[in-house]
């Protein structure tokens, strides 16, 4: 049995791994990361102060330029790659040569959920240890953990690398289909990967597993007629469609970590029409593509049975971000992170598996050890409160990222 084994065994609880072999505290870093603490706040400003919602060309524009100029500063060699598939903006690449033998890369996303205007509406601002944004956790949070852990190891005059790169894309929020190819094959050619996405400000983790997304589009068609003079000659979609959403409630299965839901429906613009079409749509994660198949074949049996005499129910599956599952050199990356945590007095809880997707999918698609969240502990991304980050945990973050990133170039 191996000692991660071991320790997954011994102590995965609900709050997570607190397992990992100690190791000394580096105290010269912990002390340059404390001290790098303020330029982190400044660089959040300066990032939350470029709107880049996804599909923003402006803004995503002048963020590239911004990454661009920064790396450079850092030494580094950046080329800009236009996003594939009609997606707006450019994905950056910056490469710090080194003199060591191994390769990692970092990566982080610079696109946003927030559409343009809403920086006027909810600006960048401290209040006591929160500092708020739109974006600011997700995911600039980590795009600002990486640059001044590269500022960290510039000061530590580290070389023991052969590469360090830096993948920064624009499209994120959307499924990253104008940037996965870049990222499958920039993972390829390194032999670990950190990803920066957020963890949770109310308990501090790392997460085994992200889920596959997919839609489901159901499009329902039935028969219109005079809804008061003569409804009977119709054949209402709409309460066919409302028929189908209750009879597969049942495939949402949270226990086998499979998430089912219908969440747009659109149809029945005419008062006095029995509505001839309706449209469905569902949105779906999964960890286990074998559960999504035998969900999609459910799913088309009971399509082809519907309640309303003449009524048609088609579907149709769009599969988007592939699901992450850390490997065994994922596992032992996390198992790393935890130790080095616990060595200056915090701990990391372990997740076996989140809802979200994440591009970690894609590079770990690429046979290489990946870990994901460790970007800054934040709260209210993706929802309609106030987005922040916790500012007094950015040294123990900083530290994290510059060790994590010595030990993968060192093999430790």
Same mark, same amino acid.
């Given at each position: 049995?191996?000692? *991660?084994?071991?320790?997954?065994?011994?102590?995965?609880?609900?709050?997570?791994?607190?397992?990992?072999?100690?190791?000394?505290?580096?105290?010269?870093?912990?002390?340059?990361?404390?001290?790098?603490?303020?330029?982190?706040?400044?660089?959040?400003?300066?990032?939350?102060?470029? #709107?880049?919602?996804?599909?923003?060309?402006?803004?995503?524009?002048?963020?590239?330029?911004?990454?661009?100029?920064?790396?450079?500063?850092?030494?580094?060699?950046?080329?800009?790659?236009?996003?594939?598939?009609?997606?707006? !903006?450019?994905?950056?690449? !910056?490469?710090?040569?080194?003199?060591?033998?191994?390769?990692?890369?970092?990566?982080?996303?610079?696109?946003?959920?927030?559409?343009?205007?809403?920086?006027?509406?909810?600006?960048?601002?401290?209040?006591?240890?929160?500092?708020?944004?739109?974006?600011?956790? &997700?995911?600039?949070?980590?795009?600002?953990?990486?640059?001044?852990? *590269?500022?960290?190891?510039?000061?530590?005059?580290?070389?023991?690398?052969?590469?360090?790169?830096?993948?920064?894309?624009?499209?994120?929020?959307?499924?990253?289909?104008?940037?996965?190819?870049?990222?499958?094959?920039?993972?390829?050619?390194?032999?670990?990967?950190?990803?920066?996405? @957020?963890?949770?400000? *109310?308990?501090?983790?790392?997460?085994?597993?992200?889920?596959?997304?997919?839609?489901?589009?159901?499009?329902?068609?039935?028969?219109?007629?005079?809804?008061?003079?003569?409804?009977?000659?119709?054949?209402?979609?709409?309460?066919?469609?409302?028929?189908?959403? $209750?009879?597969?409630?049942?495939? &949402?299965?949270?226990?086998?970590?499979?998430?089912?839901?219908?969440?747009?429906?659109?149809?029945?613009?005419?008062?006095?029409?029995?509505?001839?079409?309706?449209? $469905? #749509?569902?949105?779906?994660?999964?960890?286990?593509?074998?559960?999504?198949?035998?969900?999609?074949?459910?799913?088309?049996?009971?399509?082809?049975?519907?309640?309303?005499?003449?009524?048609?129910?088609?579907?149709?599956?769009?599969?988007?971000?592939?699901?992450?599952?850390?490997?065994?050199?994922?596992?032992?990356?996390? &198992?790393?992170?935890?130790?080095?945590?616990?060595?200056?007095?915090?701990?990391?809880?372990?997740?076996?598996?989140?809802?979200?997707?994440?591009?970690?999918?894609?590079?770990?698609?690429?046979?290489?050890?990946?870990?994901?969240?460790?970007?800054?502990?934040?709260?209210?991304?993706?929802? &309609?409160?106030?987005?922040?980050?916790?500012?007094?945990?950015? @040294?123990?973050? $900083?530290?994290?990222?510059?060790?994590?990133?010595?030990?993968?170039?060192?093999?430790?």
């Amino acid at each position: 049995m191996t000692s *991660l084994l071991a320790c997954v065994l011994l102590s995965f609880t609900a709050l997570g791994l607190v397992c990992a072999n100690a190791q000394a505290r580096d105290e010269a870093l912990l002390a340059a990361a404390t001290a790098e603490q303020p330029a982190v706040v400044r660089t959040l400003e300066r990032l939350v102060n470029i #709107e880049t919602g996804t599909g923003n060309a402006e803004g995503l524009a002048a963020m590239a330029d911004l990454l661009q100029a920064e790396l450079q500063a850092l030494g580094a060699a950046v080329s800009r790659h236009p996003a594939t598939d009609g997606v707006v !903006g450019e994905i950056i690449l !910056g490469r710090l040569a080194g003199k060591g033998q191994r390769r990692v890369l970092l990566m982080a996303h610079m696109d946003t959920v927030y559409p343009k205007g809403t920086l006027a509406r909810a600006p960048f601002r401290l209040e006591g240890n929160r500092a708020f944004g739109p974006g600011i956790a &997700d995911d600039k949070g980590g795009i600002a953990v990486i640059l001044h852990a *590269l500022r960290l190891l510039q000061a530590r005059g580290f070389q023991d690398f052969a590469e360090i790169t830096v993948l920064v894309n624009t499209d994120e929020e959307r499924g990253s289909n104008g940037s996965r190819a870049l990222i499958e094959a920039t993972a390829r050619a390194h032999d670990g990967v950190l990803s920066f996405e @957020p963890t949770v400000a *109310l308990r501090e983790a790392l997460v085994l597993a992200t889920s596959g997304t997919a839609a489901v589009r159901a499009t329902v068609r039935g028969r219109a007629a005079h809804a008061g003079a003569a409804p009977e000659q119709g054949i209402n979609a709409m309460v066919e469609a409302a028929d189908f959403m $209750l009879r597969t409630l049942d495939l &949402d299965d949270r226990a086998n970590a499979f998430r089912f839901n219908w969440t747009v429906g659109t149809g029945g613009r005419i008062a006095n029409m029995i509505p001839a079409e309706v449209t $469905l #749509e569902a949105n779906v994660r999964y960890l286990d593509p074998q559960r999504l198949d035998t969900a999609m074949k459910t799913l088309r049996e009971r399509a082809a049975t519907p309640r309303l005499n003449g009524a048609q129910i088609t579907v149709e599956l769009i599969v988007g971000r592939p699901a992450f599952v850390a490997d065994a050199g994922g596992r032992r990356l996390v &198992d790393k992170a935890v130790g080095i945590y616990r060595e200056i007095g915090f701990d990391l809880a372990v997740v076996p598996s989140t809802g979200g997707g994440t591009d970690a999918a894609y590079a770990a698609r690429a046979g290489r050890p990946v870990i994901e969240s460790l970007g800054l502990p934040g709260f209210g991304y993706h929802s &309609d409160q106030a987005e922040y980050v916790l500012v007094d945990a950015i @040294p123990r973050r $900083l530290y994290l990222a510059t060790r994590m990133i010595m030990d993968v170039a060192l093999g430790r």
